[in-house]
Nanobody, 125 residues
Framework: QVQLLESGGGLVQAGGSLRLSCAAS????????MGWFRQAPGKEREFVAA????????HYADSVKGRFTISRDNAKNMVYLQMNSLKPEDTAVYYC??????????????????WGQGTQVTVSS
């Protein structure tokens, strides 16, 4: 089993940057594809980015491509989401997720096995 804990959310002005972190428990972190999702009020949870088990492959939603970067450090059991050029429409609760038998092209939330509790990101205009 994997436990995930996100941090790094907050309030930022449009055009600013934030770096989200996700700490994972367990000795099998490198066996999981990791993803970031977000959910705005009244909307469904949507895919943001994913990274393969050893970090060699990434996949992004079109809405964040070129602005967000996902990375991982398997030695530290960490996954990160660097968010630049933030827009008000990026405002949401951001969730870290882990999936064992999926690839980075899995953009459906149901495909992931474990979830963190989420961290709020608010971008003011």
């Amino acid at each position: 089993q994997v436990q995930l804990l996100e941090s790094g959310g907050g309030l930022v002005q449009a055009g600013g940057s934030l770096r989200l972190s996700c700490a994972a428990s367990g000795r099998t972190f490198s066996s999981y594809t990791m993803g970031w999702f977000r959910q705005a009020p009244g909307k469904e949870r949507e895919f943001v980015a994913a990274i393969s088990k050893i970090g060699g492959s990434t996949h992004y939603a079109d809405s964040v491509k070129g602005r967000f970067t996902i990375s991982r450090d398997n030695a530290k059991n960490m996954v990160y989401l660097q968010m630049n050029s933030l827009k008000p429409e990026d405002t949401a609760v951001y969730y870290c997720a882990a999936g064992r038998f999926i690839t980075t092209t899995m953009t459906v939330a149901a495909g992931y096995d474990y979830w963190g509790q989420g961290t709020q990101v608010t971008v003011s205009s």
